[in-house]
């Protein structure tokens, strides 16, 4: 299988501080990948270098078989860019956004301009092409940067936290689209904080934190290798429960209110802690991508 | 070319140009009345103001009127002032708050041509205020034509001098509120004292040689000489000024822009 990104001990130091510490992916060709990690993590650093706005500090990074380093321009020809911060241009129209976007690539005005309508239809605001940026909200705006990157057909799409600060339904509308480019054999490489999102787009997953990557592998997998197959909570529990876990050898997480026992599939534990030692107070629920970032990255806040 | 490589430029910066042009003709009734009126505010002030109290001035022992001796300057510091500001204020509100230039590097453009076009941009703008005011200030007798109308090209080349260090001061501010201090410091005394309203010859001998340090008084020199007609040798060592001091900051205000956002 042809690699789109091919990525090899990315570093990358600010003022003496390490972002990225030695980072080594592969994007296959049709295939999404996630960044997931804590703020901090170096997520938005390595797609950063991965796009040519920042210049790694060390490391072998091709994209398309194209060195980043000489043939920058080239790639970021064929790729597609959803940044972070909103950098929609409030001096133009909705329209001009992606015309005059167009142009940056050397698209003929023409073009640009047919182009431009055709992805104001994919997101459903051929209505709003004379608005002004400033009037639209936070979730036509996202589809507004989504539509942007596409201008100019790339093969790679990448986008760095592509549904962060929506509502539920924007989120929704996001994805949906997302998927139907997914679909047609478009190339996505994202970070993101939502589990869900992560679960719900992306074929393999990369967890990082402190500029490493810790796991990577698909969802699936990765929840079974690190979280098991279900968790039992326990909601205020006694200290007799705590004696039997440790006495059984059990694998869980002692929280301050809450105890999170990580089960196997099939085995009998739910059924006698909940006779043995809590009666109300204790759930069975599979177990989730949040369980395995929780437990890889620890539960202390960031920045 | 190397992803490092500050100069990486080519014609492409013309579509940066572009993005502008739209802008400014989108908001051009706005863009195209101050230099509609201002000219006429300053021939107002000074001309009935000014000129009957100080009547004629002598220049190159040629007696002309006060209005004729400041027409020239109210031209130059026209040309700084669009370029200048474009280049500090405008480009760096794209650049800080709009993230416009983080979008524009996300395509195929590089630094180095984002900020070489928004260079020739404060430059074009100049050109355009230049042109109104002429044609307002020509109505009123006060430009000689046809050597007056070098003056266009001069407005393109104090729009790069200017534009390029308006640049180089937006690549090294902290803050936004920051341009005060090139504006208090270089902008406002070449205002008053680049033989603007005055003779640079009334200064004393020390400001006088720090007059001809200052870009604007060879800018005003330039224009003042071209709306007497006075097409002689004299141009030549303003302009040559004018010429290295761009060469000299649009380089550096690359350099240091480069080093403010590739990080």
């Not at chain 2, 405008?90 to 983080?102: C, E, G, L, N, P």
Request: net charge neutral.
């Amino acid at each position: 299988m042809s690699h789109v990104i091919e990525a090899h001990d990315l570093v990358k130091v600010f003022n003496g501080f390490k972002a990225v510490n030695g980072v080594s992916f592969e994007l296959a060709a049709g295939e999404c990948l996630g960044l997931l990690g804590p703020n901090g993590a170096g997520k938005t650093s390595t797609i950063r270098m991965t796009y040519g706005f920042s210049p790694m500090t060390s490391g072998e990074l091709n994209v398309f078989g194209l060195d980043i380093r000489t043939q920058w321009r080239e790639i970021k020809g064929r790729i597609g860019v959803c940044q972070q911060e909103n950098s929609l241009d409030p001096d133009l129209t909705v329209q001009q956004n992606l015309e005059v976007f167009g142009r940056y690539f050397n698209i003929p005005k023409k073009i640009a301009r047919k182009k431009a309508q055709q992805l104001l239809e994919f997101i459903a605001m051929e209505h709003r092409q004379e608005a002004k940026v400033s009037e639209l909200s936070g979730g036509l705006m996202r589809r507004l940067v989504l539509a942007r990157a596409l201008i100019n057909d790339p093969k790679l799409l990448i986008l760095d936290e592509p549904t962060t600060g929506l509502d539920p339904q924007s989120r929704h509308q996001v994805w949906e689209r997302l998927e139907l480019l997914r679909s047609e054999g478009l190339s996505i490489l994202l970070t993101t904080h939502y589990m869900e999102e992560a679960a719900r787009l992306c074929d393999r997953l990369i967890i990082m934190d402190h500029g490493e990557i810790l796991v990577h592998g698909k969802p699936s997998d990765l929840i079974n290798e690190n979280a098991g197959h279900s968790v039992i909570e326990i909601a205020r529990p006694g200290n007799e429960v705590r004696e039997f876990l440790r006495s059984e050898d059990i694998r869980y997480d002692d929280l301050p209110h809450r105890i999170l026992i990580y089960g196997r599939e099939n085995d009998q534990l739910f059924d006698i802690i909940r006779e043995r030692y809590c009666f109300e107070n204790c759930s069975l629920r599979m177990a989730t991508l949040e369980d395995v970032f929780l437990r890889l990255t620890g539960r202390q806040l960031r920045e | 070319m190397n992803l490092l490589n500050p100069f990486n430029i080519s014609w492409r910066f013309f579509r940066v140009w572009q993005r502008n042009l739209v802008v400014y003709r989108r908001i051009w009734k706005v863009n195209f009345l101050p230099p509609l009126l201002e000219p006429l505010f300053y021939l107002l002030a000074f001309g009935m103001g000014l000129s009957t109290l100080i009547g004629t001035i002598s220049h190159r022992n040629i007696e002309i009127s006060y209005l004729a001796f400041i027409t020239p300057a109210i031209l130059a510091i026209n040309m700084m002032q669009n370029s200048f500001f474009e280049t500090t204020y405008a480009s760096f509100v794209r650049m800080y708050y709009q993230k416009t230039f983080d979008a524009m590097m996300a395509t195929p453009l590089s630094l180095g041509e984002v900020i070489t076009a928004e260079i020739i941009w404060g430059a074009t703008k100049s050109v355009f205020a230049t042109a109104i005011m002429l044609i307002v200030l020509s109505g009123f007798g006060l430009v000689k034509y046809p050597e007056g109308l070098l003056i266009i090209p001069l407005s393109f080349l104090g729009g790069i001098a200017f534009g390029a260090v308006g640049m180089f001061f937006t690549g090294i501010v902290p803050s936004i509120d920051m341009f005060n201090l090139p504006i208090f410091l270089f902008v406002t005394p070449m205002f008053l004292f680049s033989g603007t309203f005055f003779p640079v010859e009334n200064l004393p001998h020390w400001a006088q040689q720090l007059a001809l340090v200052m870009p604007l008084t060879h800018l005003v020199a330039l224009t003042r000489h071209l709306c007497l007609g006075l097409v002689t040798m004299e141009l030549l060592l303003p302009t040559i000024y004018l010429l290295i001091f761009s060469i000299l900051f649009f380089p550096l205000a690359i350099i240091v822009m480069h080093r403010r956002l590739i990080q």
